[in-house]
T-cell receptor, first 116, second 110 residues
């Protein structure tokens, strides 16, 4: 238990569906992250929020829409996904809003997404 | 961030020390060495990090060479539950990004 929770843990959706992934951190951290891990590929950073402001968007398609309503919650809204978007989606949080070198990220358990 | 090189896989007997090496020959002075592990289909778990001094916590020890071009993660008494992919990551400056490579699959055998 890292203090970062994600729901749902598993999600199956069709290409025309709209769904949302939720992340909550109970650590009092100031930065939150979305990562994607496709089968047999390294984790890829998708988005970074620092003090509820998006500070990084690593060329992620617009069918993925993040939202950070407060420092404890992070959402990833999904719409019109493709089968190749099936992956493990991981949320992380860290203390330092500047992301300094010594700032440690703590990960949630992930949401396993399958797009049919 | 500097690139890291790790062996693809390693085996270790239960109860013995597991020593996982990592090369990071292009590391810069302000970059930290981080270790995470990921048990199948779970989120990565933070283990330890260091700058230039050796570090120890309840999970592991981190030995960084004097020139900082390589490091070793030591699990002193490996258990079956330590079977996982171990990632060595160099992170520095004001960079949010953790760049995960392929890591080392450590298999602890009974």
């Amino acid at each position: 238990e890292t203090g970062v929770t994600q729901t749902p843990r598993h999600l199956v959706m069709g290409m025309t569906n709209k769904k949302s992934l939720k992340c909550e951190q109970h650590l009092g951290h100031n930065a939150m992250y979305w990562y994607k891990q496709s089968a047999k590929k390294p984790l890829e950073l998708m988005f970074v929020y620092s003090l509820e402001e998006r500070v990084e968007n690593n060329s992620v398609p617009s069918r993925f829409s993040p939202e950070c309503p407060n420092s404890s919650h992070l959402f990833l809204h999904l719409h019109t996904l493709q089968p190749e978007d099936s992956a493990l989606y991981l949320c992380a949080s860290s203390q330092d809003p500047t992301g300094r070198g010594t700032d440690t990220q703590y990960f949630g358990p992930g949401t396993r997404l399958t797009v049919l | 961030d500097a690139k890291t090189t790790q062996p693809t896989s390693m085996d270790c007997a239960e109860g013995r020390a597991a020593n996982l090496p990592c090369n990071h020959s292009t590391i810069s002075g302000n970059e930290y060495v981080y270790w995470y592990r990921q048990i199948h289909s779970q989120g990565p778990q933070y283990i330890i990090h260091g700058l230039k001094n050796n570090e120890t916590n309840e999970m592991a020890s981190l030995i960084i060479t004097e020139d900082r071009k390589s490091s070793t993660l030591i699990l002193p008494h490996a258990t079956l539950r330590d079977t996982a992919v171990y990632y060595c990551i160099v992170k520095g400056g004001s960079n949010y990004k953790l760049t995960f490579g392929k890591g080392t699959l450590l298999t602890v055998n009974p």
